[in-house]
Every structure is written in C-alpha cells, then in structure tokens.
C-alpha cells in the first residue's frame, strides 16, 4: 500500500487549504480512510476519517470546521480545512488505519 499526500504550506489565520491523498495497492473503496496530525511536541492525533460508505467522523477541535471526502474511481481521499487556526499547525498524515502511513505534509498556520 502506497499513500503520498500532497497540498501542505503556509497559510493565514483563518485561511483555507485542500489536503489530497493518493491511494495505491489496496482495494481503496472497502477501506476506510483517515487523515491524522502531529504537532510539534504533541501526539499524533486523528482528524477525520471516512468509512467505506462514506460515513465521516471528526473531533470536537475541527468538527464544523474541516471536511473529508473520498473519490472511490480516483483513489483519492481530500480534507478541506476552513477557519485555520494556528494551532492547526501540523504535519498531517494520510492514513489507511491501523497499519499503512503516508509521508506527511506540513501544514503551517501563521498569527
């Protein structure tokens, strides 16, 4: 299983960024999928996830805030990140839980 997100960088408070995911060697749409993050100095926590039949799950600290979604033909799970706070400030990682990581991406939110 091969996860390489992408769509990381440096926004404003307040601002707005799209986290992609590609999704390779597994059998995508029976999967459920996950976004985490770690900040600098703290546990790697979960974001979101989304089942198979698209059922979405989210902390307290983003719920209304952030949205996942899932292409099944392209493989491809999204997280859109509304109303950044600095304390999103992260690395985010895709995730196909328990066992398969991507590389993270940064996501920097400036004050």
């Given at each position: 299983?091969q996860?390489?997100?992408?769509?990381?960088?440096?926004?404003?408070?307040?601002?707005?960024?799209?986290?992609?995911?590609?999704?390779?060697?597994?059998n995508f749409?029976?999967?459920?999928?996950?976004w985490?993050r770690?900040?600098l100095g703290?546990q790697?926590?979960?974001?979101?996830?989304?089942?198979?039949g698209?059922?979405?799950?989210?902390?307290?600290?983003?719920?209304e805030?952030f949205t996942i979604?899932?292409?099944?033909v392209?493989?491809?799970?999204?997280?859109?990140m509304?109303?950044?706070?600095?304390e999103?400030?992260?690395?985010?990682?895709?995730?196909?839980?328990?066992k398969?990581?991507?590389?993270?991406?940064?996501?920097t939110v400036?004050?």
């Amino acid at each position: 299983v091969q996860l390489q997100a992408s769509g990381g960088g440096l926004v404003q408070t307040g601002g707005s960024v799209r986290l992609s995911c590609a999704a390779s060697g597994t059998n995508f749409r029976l999967n459920t999928m996950a976004w985490y993050r770690q900040g600098l100095g703290k546990q790697r926590e979960l974001v979101a996830n989304i089942t198979s039949g698209h059922n979405t799950n989210y902390p307290d600290s983003v719920k209304e805030r952030f949205t996942i979604s899932r292409d099944n033909v392209k493989r491809m799970v999204y997280l859109q990140m509304n109303s950044l706070k600095p304390e999103d400030t992260a690395v985010y990682y895709c995730s196909l839980p328990p066992k398969f990581w991507g590389k993270g991406t940064l996501v920097t939110v400036s004050s």
